[in-house]
């Protein structure tokens, strides 16, 4: 239950290992061998236990109406499905508006994230130049600055350059998605940059033989020897900008009387505020529940993908 | 008036301001005693922008063909009262473009635009609202003094001033000037369920004495005498200043408020605090209300775990999808302290849901003509019938319909003597955040009322002697 | 040759660079601007006072105390977190019967990877709601409910989890909690990847090993980690960053984000308290010095941790 516990799991998963476990491949024990299974499993379902059950939680609640979930907060099964609580969030949550805004952003956020941030990565590993090591650094330096104290600078400069470039000023996507690259380069600069530095040079050597010119290697040749690692990093990306919440509430507010672009982590914390003020309990957990199974379901068809492409990219 | 002051995730519930404004009071007949307490309102603004001539319809001259930019917390008051004040507006002035818009995260979205280019008028409100103390010190508000003087929207006779409720404009005055101006009306107590007491022979206390009395009575019925929300300290805080108020009169908060030496350890508040410690001490409170946040406290006290429960008339609206059929909510004053409590019949009541229009608005004029149309009668009385609360102006829930909650309230504020009212967490952020912290350490049992005590004058002396934090005081 | 490269680079930097500049950099450097100032965050008057600031940020007990618990997460994040993750890849890997191809993971090693990733793709606000649920402290609460069953909890006295203060081993018993959130949430990650790392891990490696007759468990810690040493490195660099910045979970789920009374205080947690809501004047100007200090203790860690990986760069 306790942290200090799951300290004490590890040792005293090895004492419990330990003595019982000597398998050897040819001779193997059986009946060490089970024991070993069933601590193993009984170590993982716990772990499993702990990360199913409040989805499951989260999940069923939202069949619950108001009172039950108030009344009978542990229960996992709803009196009677209400449905209604899913056409609410959807309708006053609008939870599908936001889905829609979400996916226009995060798409573009992660494309251009992608392709400029490998571009620059690749010329900053791979070309000696003057000032090479600063630029690098600079992008490093990225990672460190905490977003909430750069806030009001960025606001005033937005809609500042939203006077002239309405597309470039508050409450625009091209804005936001702009705005998601030049925070998402750092990481992906630094993870893209120890990758390219690993790919051979030879591969190079003999595309520029060939009379392939810069860009050409680079697309042709680079790039998708790259592809483990920026599967890698479009997974920390994709996952980094659906999540996002601070950098559109601050930024995408309407300068005229126009309707604000909100996206879904904005209406998830718009609808946990409002559970506060009119106890829409169960609209809240519809709607996380609306929220959550996409982004759930995505991760289980591509799984296999997100597991091979943070292999390919970190453990090459 | 208080705020969580908490910051821009604001998954945190919400702000006494937030619950103000939100205030479920489903109307209630204010009693008229009483004068105003007029506070001098500043002779002069900074407005800006183009204004246009000045007339009884159109006091502030807002200038044809300008706009005015509104900004809505849409928490549980909504904002469809704000889309009707903006037909209203526009009916009076057609030349005048309203630009509405509704929002939950003030601080986050206005806070980087305020130095430059703020909107006309912001409803600061909510969790995630600035901290007044911040904008007033800075000199970031426009001094809505002139809109005290101007004619009132229905009668160009009466000045706006007068038909507003008592506080109101106590409320909103810092430093002597008008900086805000609370639109809803809330009144605190502590809450009991009449039908439940009715049932056991048990009579509601009036006093801390009565109440040590009746709770082992409660006890012996398997109820929890009291309940709380612990996880948000400022429900408590209404609840200990009430006490203080009770128990050393007008000038001990007073003297709280103004940071003046020793305000803290003076005798009465002692009481009042020794009252508190004894409540948790004496093993009365529901278990875990520590740790409980506002809803699940009332959850708690609605499925009949607790006797009474200290908070605001919004109650009924925030629970009742939960309120069972037979419950009759009832609110009763703070109760005394002791025998010689000075002010045994002040009420804590007044207004909330601030509304701010920065000095670097482009349209102040606007800002404040629109505020003059929320305050007219068709508009007050819009927001009852939309919201069930009340406006701070006279007479907007006269059409009340039937409550127990809103019965016991007017009663209770028919028997009100003097309005309890503090100030020093909307003065110093550091005191509010401070104060929250002990009232919880406090509330949890893990200090003494001496230690809140002397925590609270260390906080105090603290910034009291700080020069880079401006003063205010109240007389 | 020489020219096509530089306009090459120039081409290939110029837009990364411009956005990064644009979006990140600036507002910073106007941070830091602030951070010489006595600006008050709401008005436009500000003026010139050099280092006060900074001055002012040594004698802060608050920050003091921020400083110590951003510590204690900086130490216990990566450390548990990585101790866990290795533990379960390791029972996932090897937990299993052994047979005649030599030891092999647990039955359904699949399922678990991926349900263990789930915390990993949900939004900060789901897991706020849940974890608030789960923390809550009476008998209503997942947890307490659950331990009071149990018996292991006695019903008038329930944990106050995240509202309780009470040092445990020194340290506030909120933080521990909140730590364990953040382990919750991080495990399944690292475990997908150790665990990628292990299978990466020539098999004849581990079966040299057997025949010498290596148990499970010091064929892990004699085989598999000094292995897995440079994926290690790599998790424990982000684990870093991710335990500098624990402030979503503290503002989400502690009373008065950072309490109860200060107990869960850290940097980011005083950084915008006193940014927005202190009492002083030039709030956010000693803000933003918090801010900068702040960045330069990262850096500083960053190139620590770098040194003692022994990595002038971090490669995969």
Redesign the interface.
């Given at each position: 239950?306790?942290?200090?516990k799951?300290?004490k799991?590890?040792p005293a998963?090895?004492a419990g290992?330990?003595p019982v476990?000597?398998?050897?491949?040819?001779l193997?024990n059986?009946t060490t061998?089970?024991v070993?299974?069933g601590?193993?499993?009984l170590?993982?379902l716990v772990?499993?236990a702990?990360?199913?059950?409040?989805?499951l939680?989260?999940v069923l609640s939202s069949f619950k109406?108001?009172?039950q979930i108030?009344?009978e907060?542990?229960s996992l099964i709803p009196d009677s499905l209400h449905w209604g609580n899913f056409s609410r969030a959807w309708g006053e949550g609008h939870i599908g508006a936001f889905f829609f805004n979400t996916v226009i952003i995060v798409g573009g956020g992660v494309f251009l994230t992608m392709l400029?941030?490998s571009?620059?990565a690749?010329?900053?590993a791979r070309?000696d130049?003057p000032g090479n090591r600063v630029?690098y650094y600079?992008?490093?330096?990225?990672?460190?600055?905490?977003v909430?104290?750069?806030?009001?600078?960025?606001?005033?400069?937005t809609?500042k350059l939203g006077q002239q470039f309405p597309l470039l000023g508050t409450n625009s996507y091209v804005m936001l998605i702009?705005?998601y690259?030049?925070?998402s380069?750092?990481f992906t600069?630094?993870?893209m940059?120890?990758?390219f530095?690993?790919l051979p040079q030879t591969v190079a050597e003999a595309a520029m033989v060939d009379g392939a010119?810069?860009?050409t290697l680079?697309f042709r040749v680079m790039l998708p020897m790259a592809k483990p690692?920026l599967i890698s990093i479009g997974i920390f990306n994709v996952?980094g900008q659906?999540?996002q919440?601070?950098l559109p509430?601050?930024l995408m507010?309407?300068a005229?009387?126009e309707a604000?672009k909100q996206v879904?982590?904005q209406g998830?914390?718009?609808l946990?505020?409002?559970q506060?003020?009119?106890?829409d309990w169960s609209g809240?957990?519809a709607g996380?529940t609306m929220?959550?199974l996409p982004?759930?379901i995505v991760?289980?068809v591509f799984?296999r993908q997100?597991?091979?492409g943070?292999?390919g990219?970190?453990?090459? | 008036m208080s705020d969580t002051r908490s910051n821009f995730a604001s998954l945190s519930p919400l702000s006494r301001r937030s619950f103000l404004q939100r205030a479920a009071l489903a109307g209630l007949i204010v009693t008229p005693a009483g004068g105003l307490l007029a506070a001098c309102a500043g002779s002069s603004t900074d407005n800006n922008g183009a204004t246009g001539a000045a007339s009884p319809d159109n006091p502030f001259g807002v200038a044809d063909n300008s706009k005015v930019d509104v900004i809505v917390f849409n928490g549980g008051l909504g904002d469809e009262y704000a889309k009707f004040d903006q037909t209203l507006f526009t009916g009076k002035h057609g030349k005048v473009t309203v630009n509405l818009s509704s929002t939950q995260k003030i601080k986050t979205e206005q806070q980087p635009r305020f130095s430059t280019t703020p909107a006309d008028l912001i409803n600061n409100s909510g969790a995630d609202s600035m901290a007044l103390d911040a904008l007033i010190n800075d000199g970031a508000l426009t001094d809505l003094g002139p809109l005290l003087d101007a004619p009132s929207w229905d009668n160009k006779d009466v000045k706006v001033r007068d038909t507003l409720l008592p506080g109101t404009v106590d409320d909103g005055t810092f430093s002597g000037k008008f900086y805000v101006l609370n639109y809803a009306y809330t009144v605190f107590g502590i809450w009991y369920n009449k039908a439940l007491f009715d049932k056991n022979g048990w009579t509601a206390p009036n006093t801390f004495d009565e109440f040590f009395t009746l709770a082992p009575k409660i006890k012996a019925a398997g109820v929890a005498p009291f309940a709380f929300a612990g996880k948000y300290p400022y429900y408590m805080r209404w609840a200990i200043m009430s006490w203080i108020w009770k128990s050393g009169g007008r000038q001990a908060v007073v003297d709280i408020d103004n940071l003046k030496a020793g305000a803290w350890k003076t005798p009465e508040v002692m009481a009042a605090l020794g009252a508190t410690e004894k409540l948790i001490k004496d093993g009365h409170a529901l278990t875990g209300s520590a740790t409980l946040s506002h809803t699940e406290s009332q959850q708690a006290w609605l499925d009949g775990k607790a006797a009474f429960l200290p908070v605001g008339t919004w109650l009924e609206n925030e629970m009742k999808a939960t309120i069972p059929a037979d419950f009759k909510m009832t609110i009763s004053n703070f109760w005394g302290v002791a025998s010689g409590d000075k002010a045994a019949n002040a009420v804590f009541a007044g207004s909330g849901e601030g509304w701010i229009v920065p000095k670097k608005a482009a349209n102040a004029a606007g800002g404040m003509e629109f505020l003059r149309g929320m305050l007219s009668k068709e508009g007050a009385a819009k927001f009852a019938s939309l919201t069930h609360s009340l406006t701070s102006t006279k007479g907007s829930g006269d059409n009340v319909t039937d409550s127990t909650a809103l019965t016991s309230a007017n009663s209770l504020m028919k028997a009100a003597g003097e309005l309890v009212s503090f100030k020093f967490p909307d003065w110093y952020g550091d005191l509010d955040k401070g104060s929250q912290n002990a009232i919880g350490e406090l509330m949890a049992g893990r200090m003494t009322a001496a230690k809140f005590a002397d925590t609270m004058q260390v906080a105090a002396d603290k910034v009291a002697a700080d020069s880079s934090i401006k003063k205010q005081t109240r007389a | 040759m020489q020219h096509g490269k530089a306009r090459f680079i120039a081409g290939f930097l110029a837009l990364p660079l411009a956005l990064y500049v644009w979006y990140v950099v600036w507002p910073f450097a106007q941070s830091i601007g602030y951070s010489f100032t006595d600006w008050g965050g709401y008005s436009d008057e500000q003026h010139f006072i050099g280092f006060a600031n900074y001055a002012r940020l040594f004698k802060d007990e608050l920050i003091g105390l921020a400083f110590w618990h951003n510590v204690f997460f900086l130490i216990t994040v990566p450390l548990i977190t990585i101790a866990l993750a290795l533990f379960f890849a390791f029972l996932l890997n090897v937990g299993g019967r052994g047979n005649r191809a030599g030891i092999r993971g647990v039955w359904g090693s699949g399922v678990y990877k991926i349900i263990f990733f789930f915390p990993q793709v949900l939004s900060l606000v789901l897991i706020a709601i849940m974890w608030q649920a789960i923390y809550r402290g009476d008998d209503q609460g997942l947890l307490n409910g659950l331990l009071i069953k149990v018996g292991l909890v006695d019903q008038s006295n329930p944990v106050g989890f995240v509202a309780d203060p009470t040092p445990f081993l020194g340290v506030p018993a909120v933080l521990w909690w909140i730590l364990f959130i953040a382990i919750w949430g991080g495990v399944g990650f690292y475990l997908v990847l150790f665990s990628a790392a292990m299978q990466s891990i020539p098999k004849d490696i581990y079966e040299a090993a057997l025949l010498d007759g290596a148990n499970r468990v010091n064929s892990f810690t004699r085989v598999t980690l000094p292995l897995l040493r440079d994926t290690v490195s790599i998790a424990w660099v982000y684990l870093g960053f991710i335990a500098l910045d624990m402030y979503a979970l503290v503002f989400v789920m502690t009373p008065s984000q950072g309490g109860p009374n200060h107990a869960s205080e850290i940097f980011a947690s005083v950084i915008n308290f006193t940014a927005f809501n202190s009492s002083r004047s030039g709030r956010y100007g000693y803000a933003c010095a918090m801010g900068v200090a702040l960045g330069i203790f990262t850096m500083i860690l960053a190139a620590v941790q770098l040194r003692i990986t022994r990595r002038e760069r971090l490669e995969f």
């Open positions: 239950m306790s942290t200090v799951i300290e799991d590890v998963a090895d290992a330990g476990s000597r398998p050897s491949r040819r193997g059986p061998d089970s070993f299974s601590f193993s499993h170590f993982l772990w499993g702990m990360v199913v059950f409040p989805l939680w989260v109406d108001d009172a108030l009344k907060p542990l400029l941030g571009m620059a690749y010329v900053l070309y130049f630029i600079l992008f490093l330096a990225g990672l460190t600055l905490p909430y104290l750069a806030a009001v600078p960025l606001f005033v400069g809609s702009l705005v690259v030049g925070w380069l750092s600069i630094f993870f940059h120890s990758f530095k690993t010119s810069h860009t680079f690692g996952l659906w999540n919440w601070y509430v601050l507010q309407p005229g009387g604000k879904i982590a998830l914390i718009e946990s505020v409002n506060g003020y009119k106890s809240l957990f996380v929220a959550m982004v759930l991760y289980l799984q997100v597991q091979a943070l292999t990219g970190i453990t090459k | - | -």
